[in-house]
């Protein structure tokens, strides 16, 4: 299992163990992470589902494609979309913070 962190916006975190068969936006929503929608299911269309990471966890995370980018364009530089984040065990260890504006 993969242990992922989310750092929320009231300062409290919660850390979930994941298995690999699955992504980090589906692991928030199916445990009620608050501030991820996951509203188009992970189809990069909505971008309810973004996360800060820190730079040091980019060289482990796919490189955001076109869609990714263009969702993310106006955000802050280390920002993801979840769903665009397989849960692999090279990600153990992961925090996440959740964005502000995810909770408006």
């Known amino acids: 299992m993969t242990r992922i962190t989310f750092q929320l916006h009231d300062g409290t975190t919660?850390?979930?163990?994941a298995g690999s068969d699955t992504?980090?936006?589906r692991v928030a929503v199916e445990?009620?992470?608050p501030g991820?929608?996951?509203e188009c299911n992970g189809c990069t269309t909505c971008a309810t589902c973004k996360v800060q990471v820190a730079e040091s966890w980019f060289a482990l995370l796919p490189r955001a494609d076109?869609?990714?980018d263009s969702l993310l364009e106006d955000t802050a530089p280390r920002t993801r979309l979840s769903c665009q984040i397989?849960?692999?065990p090279d990600l153990d260890g992961l925090t996440v913070t959740v964005p502000i504006?995810?909770?408006v």
């Not at 919660?14 to 163990?17: G, N, S």
Request: proline share 0%; charged share 25%; glycine share 4%.
């Open 23 to 25: 992504n980090l936006m």
């Open 14 to 17: 919660r850390t979930i163990e």
């Open 86 to 88: 397989a849960i692999t």
């Open 31 to 33: 445990n009620d992470v």
């Open 36 to 38: 991820i929608n996951g």
């Open 101 to 103: 504006s995810q909770y």
């Open 66 to 68: 076109e869609n990714e």
